[in-house]
């Protein structure tokens, strides 16, 4: 209730239109597309993980961002405390590897001195360029809902990470998840509404219908498992909605016209129809034709970017 | 040490001429100046400080630095901790005071809970337009240093927050400083470098002579002083050796050619002429024609932005 209070208050000063009303993944100003996400140690990743992986997933998020957007990333600004010694020169070892990577320039940012004891707080600010940056907002009734990427994998590698057994592929995942920037520029053209999936299928798929004042339906059956991620949790159903309310996928969804359903699969970005947008409000889940009960938990409300 | 280390390697991957050797008070792409700067509670600002002036403060000293690019502001992302609801409703209003104060729009960002009994560390991008931005680098040799702002009242206002006895005029100095973007925008043509004045008058100065490779002195009585400042701390030697370390000015200082002396006299914005730069390194300081001792301590080292 903090967090939605304070939203609503900073959305009533946002009013500018680049702000897209804070619902969406990125301001966009002409073909500049700008995004600014945090990432907390306890919260976003694990004390434990190697400063290296947190380098590469605080550029990973920002650059996801940007892939939902359809751009291509530029340069970032880096906000950093600086503590101890060891782990800072890993994790800058570790930001050259994702910056080189992703061919993105480092631009500049601030440092400041670490709060005794304080968990870390990482900020990233990323720039990019899109001809065309899709809206959340912009769904449409009747609309299909598509997905491009893995499901459920970086969840089940969050648990590895804490010392599940598993395996890398899955470990990986969580710890260093793939903006898929080529697919966001490829889908872009085809997209009315394209957001990434950071906290959840469910809940980023319920904010595209919620900030295009409709309602979308989703198929669980339809949604694609990993190969990888089956053979660690099984396919049940109760695994398939740990997967889709999970998180920190950096998937992409978005809603299309059905008209270009053959020109999205035709992309060859193994983009999955996975449901549709229709009238009204609200999520609501099939699993074969079968209506399903929402879990309490569709994702991560707690780290809502804006 | 730790901080200088940090640097230097941040430095060897920030290669894009945008990033300015990270030494620079912004990025520029083009005519895009992007700047991102963050303040931590207990180091920028005091715990008791009110939460608008907080507000006020992650605006002006990211603005500051656009000015010092002579910049026209368009727009911040916000990145946020989320704790206390009062405070953080009241930083909200404060933050759409500063906005509408300098006409700049909130385009977006992040918020995350604030860690459990953890310093607030809050963090601001700011991004404008500048169709030349003066390089911190490009200082020459025989340039005039010239001041546009006041020096020294923000560090008096600080003492003041802290307790002492004093005028509102410097407590707004330091709770409310104002980025001098219509000065920063007329003096860009005549300014081979250019900075804002965050950690002390000497500091930033030195910084400017460093990043040129050349050295600079500065005519200690030619610093105007501020009659609210000489009333509280009185004239002499050691009171304005305080104002020139004391910080958080957020005054322009810049490098000219002597020969446009005339024409930045004619801006009318009370630039004084306080030194000139010369072949060579380092930064002497005088007074009256008497070289005086740089005190040991020439700003805030350790809240270097870069």
Redesign the interface.
């Known amino acids: 209730m903090?967090?939605a209070?304070?939203?609503a208050?900073?959305r009533?000063?946002?009013?500018?239109p680049?702000?897209?009303g804070?619902m969406?993944d990125?301001?966009v100003?002409g073909d500049?597309v700008?995004?600014?996400?945090?990432i907390?140690e306890?919260?976003?990743y694990l004390a434990t993980d190697p400063p290296g992986d947190v380098a590469w997933k605080l550029v990973a998020v920002n650059l996801s961002d940007l892939a939902a957007k359809g751009a291509t990333p530029?340069?970032v600004?880096?906000?950093?405390?600086?503590g101890d010694?060891a782990w800072?020169?890993a994790f800058?070892?570790g930001?050259?590897v994702a910056?080189d990577r992703f061919d993105v320039?480092?631009?500049?940012?601030?440092?400041?001195?670490a709060?005794d004891?304080?968990?870390r707080?990482l900020?990233l600010?990323a720039?990019g360029r899109s001809p065309r940056a899709p809206d959340r907002r912009a769904a449409r009734p009747g609309d299909d809902l598509w997905l491009v990427g893995a499901i459920g994998e970086a969840g089940a590698g969050l648990a590895i990470a804490r010392g599940a057994k598993g395996s890398a592929t899955l470990l990986a995942a969580y710890r260093r998840p793939q903006p898929l920037l080529a697919q966001g520029r490829l889908l872009a053209p085809h997209a009315h509404a394209m957001a990434d999936v950071s906290d959840g299928l469910l809940i980023d798929a319920a904010r595209i219908a919620a900030a295009s004042g409709i309602a979308v339906a989703i198929d669980l059956d339809a949604v694609p498992r990993s190969p990888a991620l089956s053979a660690h949790a099984g396919d049940d159903r109760a695994a398939r909605l740990a997967a889709v309310t999970a998180g920190d996928d950096y998937a992409l969804i978005l809603a299309a016209d059905p008209a270009d359903a053959r020109a999205i699969e035709a992309l060859g970005v193994g983009a999955a129809r996975i449901g549709r947008f229709a009238d009204g409000e609200g999520l609501t889940l099939c699993d074969r034709g079968t209506p399903v009960p929402l879990p309490t938990r569709l994702g991560w409300e707690?780290?809502?970017?804006?």
Chains 1, 2 share one sequence.
């Open positions: 903090a967090e209070d304070f939203l208050r900073l009533a000063i946002a009013t500018h680049a702000a897209r804070l969406d990125a301001a100003i500049l700008l995004t600014h996400d945090m907390v306890g919260v976003h530029e340069g600004l880096l906000g950093y405390p600086i010694p800072d020169a800058v070892a930001l050259a910056l320039a480092l631009l500049g940012g601030d440092t400041v001195c709060p004891g304080a968990p707080m900020g600010t720039l707690h780290r809502r970017a804006s």
